[in-house]
């Protein structure tokens, strides 16, 4: 059996961040991934805000060999469009990069993990967690190949399924507080918003759908539906119908679809945002990102707000190793940081996100402030950016 101080499960970026942070404080732990890298990953490949505060926090030159790296690409401007008429502008002001990237997660993710260390972060890929118990002097984690870890403490990284969100904290899915996406790569869209700009847009059917067009370095674009899960479920929605008859009927959308291909199969996943409802540390374990519950319920901002956990995860892993204690009690100060963090941005996505159901409040809003947000969109921007 393998002896560990701290094991992390899961080496997507909030996983990755964690163990990077780590790393650099000269600590070695373990990091468990099912999969081998590079691996895909369901996502709509949009970089924003936190991805860019987290990278350059873990480490200038992977911020900077990011930037540089040619198979991810930047733009200045998010445009969401409500209903057909009505579009607001997410922008940086002229002398600042971007205000998104497009990163492929069979890429990103890749990349991220070529960035952990030799020294300090022992790798088991390609190997998931089939179990874990609590024993007197750790987390016992078996894996598939029934190899054995014993951890003084658990990282749970490992998505919006996490084994360790359901064995130790005893969590359950829950469908409010989480939405249901689908995406697909598609090659040959014409007319994309010029510059490289995001697409997104309110689609109001039975309930409001999100709709992102996101270009890719490759030369192909991320086309991505979904809404609240529950609201999903309930209007027995086919989210495979709505995002086909979007793209051969919407009259903004089907002209750039005329000519295009999709390249592979609709994949569907799940974006939690139960931050706050749910336990995110207890007895000798530490949840974060997806596993956290910590997307935004708005503009489904996953990536970088895990990796922004992992840091903040990795801070108190060190401050738990020094005292040598792993009870829920002192590891719960962990969930006031996290809330330190990211409590009021999360609190107002879920309140636009709820406005959001209402078609006709919701555009009379936007309507209203459409210019005071515009305005002042760059310095909400820049204060959880780079
Ligand atoms: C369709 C869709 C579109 C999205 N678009 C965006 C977007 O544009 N921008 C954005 O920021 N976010 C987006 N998100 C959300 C984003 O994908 C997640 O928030 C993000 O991946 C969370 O990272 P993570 O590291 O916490 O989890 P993950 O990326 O899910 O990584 C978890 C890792 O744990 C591993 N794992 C799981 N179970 C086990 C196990 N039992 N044993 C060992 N390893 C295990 C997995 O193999 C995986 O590598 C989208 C999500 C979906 C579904």
């Known amino acids: 059996m393998i002896k560990t101080d701290i094991c992390i499960i899961g080496s997507g970026p909030s996983g990755v961040s964690t163990s990077i942070m780590l790393s650099k404080m000269n600590i070695s732990h373990y990091i468990i991934d099912k999969a081998n890298f590079p691996r895909d990953k369901t ?6 805000l936190y991805a860019y505060k987290a990278m350059l926090e873990l480490d200038k030159d992977l911020f900077h060999s990011f930037l540089k790296n040619p198979k991810f690409i930047h733009s200045k401007k998010i445009q969401l469009f409500i209903n057909n ?50 024993q007197k002097d750790g987390i016992l984690i078996k894996l598939k190949n029934n190899k054995e870890i014993l951890a003084k403490v658990v990282v749970g990284a490992d998505g919006a399924k996490s084994i360790v969100s359901r064995k130790l904290a005893g969590n359950k899915i829950n469908k409010k507080l989480s939405s249901t996406f689908i995406s697909a790569y598609f090659n040959d869209v014409i007319h994309l918003l010029k510059d490289n700009n995001a697409e997104i847009r309110i689609i109001y059917k039975k309930i409001p759908l999100y709709f992102y067009i996101f270009p890719l370095a490759d030369g192909s674009a991320n086309v991505t539906l979904g809404g609240r899960a529950d609201l999903i479920l309930k209007h027995n929605i086919n989210l495979v119908e709505e995002i086909e008859s979007i793209i051969a009927n919407h009259s903004k959308v089907s002209h750039k679809f005329k000519k295009a291909k999709k390249n592979g199969s609709w994949r569907g996943w799940s974006i939690p945002y ?44 060190v401050q738990c190793l020094e005292k040598n204690i792993f009870s829920e009690k002192y590891l719960s100060s962990y969930q006031k940081d996290l809330e330190k963090e990211f409590s009021k941005l999360l609190k107002f996505s879920r309140l636009m996100s709820k406005l959001a159901n209402h078609r006709y409040l919701f555009s009379r809003i936007v309507y209203l402030f459409k210019n005071q947000v515009e305005r002042k969109s760059f310095n909400i921007i820049k204060r959880r950016s780079y």
Do not use: H, P
């Open 43 to 48: 996502c709509g490949d949009g970089l924003i």
């Open 85 to 134: 008429n009505l579009n607001i502008n997410f922008q940086e002001s002229k002398d600042r990069e971007m205000v998104i990237s497009y990163a492929k997660r069979y890429d990103f993710d890749d990349f991220l993990v070529q960035n952990l260390s030799e020294k300090y972060a022992n790798k088991e890929f390609g190997n998931g967690v089939k179990n874990l118990t609590e």
């Open 274 to 317: 139960n931050f706050g409802s749910n336990k995110v540390c207890g007895n000798r374990f530490l949840l974060v990102g997806d596993a956290a519950g910590l997307t935004n319920a708005f503009y489904k901002e996953g990536v970088g707000t895990g990796m922004m956990s992992g840091i903040i995860c990795a801070k108190k892993l």
